[in-house]
């Protein structure tokens, strides 16, 4: 008798959908942001600026403030709905159940998978359909999509919206985190590249297609 | 509400490999047309000509912006004021239109209520004889930064109420120019009759200085510091939406907080 493979559905397609069409949203308004930025650049750690001349040279940032302003005005409405609509269909088709930790063990699971991914332990803490490492990522890269709309409310109309600028810690408090969630989904890219890259094609090819063969079972991780 | 674990087919190993292609093949090539259809329409918008230096389509989402935030503007949402000890430096950003010293004297503010009106030829002195309001409001610079400032002067529904013509129908509009049409802004009238925006002729309890608009500048917080328009030197109320210094240069031109 011939082997048989399971396939299973793994990603659903709206949330491919969401996923993908968050993707080059986000890179726009990170861009945009950064031509905004550009205009008063007031923060850094220590000695070193965000961010140094050259970076603006580089990738043509400065001088391009009203350019900037125009394409985030813009596309903050693709990057509100298109957040919105994927936070009301996790819960619709029941999705957010694998995504956000159902306990607080997920913490000190999370630290195993991190151990694991750095090869200090050799097993992975059970998991279901995500480790508990990507459900707190995957959860916090969702609050922190609410915070960069929320606080970007509060910088767009702190005279209108004075109650959410006030709630944010103030106008010039709401943008310094409206840059460090920016920031952050910066290293977040970093880490999720890599660990796409380290899952392997396998993997890649589920948020494509949305199927994926179960792998033989010596192989389980991704 | 479906279990992924359950979203199962069990295929024989050969037609599985057959069946995941498929699908993969299939995505890619619906992924591949959705992104052409994305950066090619994001092209179109990013080529179209321009109107005051940003691209049509995207001055209609600035109007969509606009007509969204007007509609929400309202007298009763005031910018919060502070203390006189939460008052910093207001650093001058703007000459454009101060070349000139101004003799306060012979300043005068041109003033027109309409197409068929006579012009007014008004004084700092009318100005200043309208009821005094003072405030510490925030300036926001439209760059990113913003300090904290006093300032004193006249209303402008105060001005409006005593100069404009009563029984006529305002306009929808303002427009502000320097003495030699330098800088110049153009408001909704909705924001011009907000209660904290000031005709002033004062900052931080003495009279202007040259470089922040003397004798006479406009101080209105539900809008970014460029429509702060400094040395108003002609007012005019308008049917037609104004010309604005900023917005020709790219800026939106509502530009209200």
Avoid at chain 1, 137 to 152: F, P, W
Avoid at chain 2, 27 to 48: D, H, P, Q
Avoid at chain 2, 177 to 200: F, I, N, R, W
Wanted: aromatic fraction near 16%; charge should be neutral.
């Amino acid at each position: 008798m011939a082997a048989t493979t399971t396939i299973r559905l793994k990603h659903l397609l709206a949330i491919r959908w969401f996923h993908w069409i968050n993707f080059p949203v986000l890179f726009v308004m990170i861009w945009s942001g950064l031509l905004i930025y550009w205009a008063y650049d007031a923060y850094h750690i220590g000695p070193f600026q965000f961010f140094p001349n050259w970076v603006y040279s580089t990738f043509k940032l400065d001088h391009r403030l009203a350019e900037g302003m125009a394409l985030h005005f813009w596309f903050m409405w693709f990057f509100v709905l298109n957040g919105a609509a994927y936070v009301i269909y996790t819960f619709i088709s029941g999705e957010w159940r694998f995504l956000v930790p159902r306990s607080w063990s997920a913490f000190r699971d999370a630290w195993h998978v991190v151990r694991y991914d750095l090869g200090l332990d050799k097993q992975l803490p059970a998991q279901e359909k995500y480790n508990a490492a990507q459900q707190i990522t995957y959860s916090a890269i969702v609050l922190m999509g609410v915070g960069s709309a929320i606080t970007g409310f509060a910088i767009y109309k702190p005279i209108q919206l004075a109650w959410l600028a006030a709630l944010t810690g103030g106008y010039q408090f709401a943008r310094l985190i409206h840059f460090s969630l920016t920031i952050g989904y910066l290293l977040f890219f970093i880490v999720h590249i890599a660990q796409v890259i380290r899952a392997g094609w396998r993997n890649f090819q589920s948020m494509i297609s949305g199927y994926e063969a179960e792998p033989p079972a010596e192989a389980a991780h991704e | 509400m479906s279990n992924w674990r359950d979203r199962q087919i069990d295929l024989p190993e050969n037609e599985a490999r057959g069946f995941l292609k498929k699908y993969t093949r299939r995505s890619f090539l619906v992924a591949g047309a959705a992104a052409v259809a994305a950066v090619g329409g994001y092209e179109w918008v990013r080529s179209r000509p321009e109107e005051n230096m940003t691209p049509w389509p995207q001055r209609r989402v600035l109007s969509l912006n606009e007509k969204i935030a007007h509609g929400y503007l309202n007298d009763k949402h005031l910018a919060p004021t502070y203390k006189r000890t939460d008052i910093r430096f207001l650093k001058p950003n703007g000459d454009i239109g101060l070349d000139d010293d101004v003799d306060i004297d012979s300043w005068r503010l041109h003033v027109q209520t309409g197409a068929g009106a006579s012009p007014l030829q008004l004084t700092l002195a009318d100005v200043k004889s309208l009821p005094q309001t003072t405030q510490i409001v925030k300036f926001c610079c439209i760059e990113g930064w913003s300090t904290i400032v006093e300032w004193t002067g006249a209303r402008f529904s105060d001005f409006t109420r005593r100069y404009f013509p009563p029984g006529q129908q305002l306009p929808p509009y303002v427009y502000m120019e320097t003495p030699e049409s330098d800088y110049y802004v153009g408001l909704d009238m909705k924001s011009a009759l907000h209660p904290q925006t000031l005709l002033c002729y004062e900052m931080n309890g003495k009279p202007l200085e040259d470089e922040h608009g003397a004798p006479l500048r406009l101080v209105i917080p539900v809008k970014y510091g460029i429509k702060n328009i400094k040395r108003i030197g002609a007012i005019r109320y308008t049917d037609t939406r104004p010309a604005d210094y900023w917005a020709e240069q790219g800026y939106d031109w509502f530009a209200g907080l």
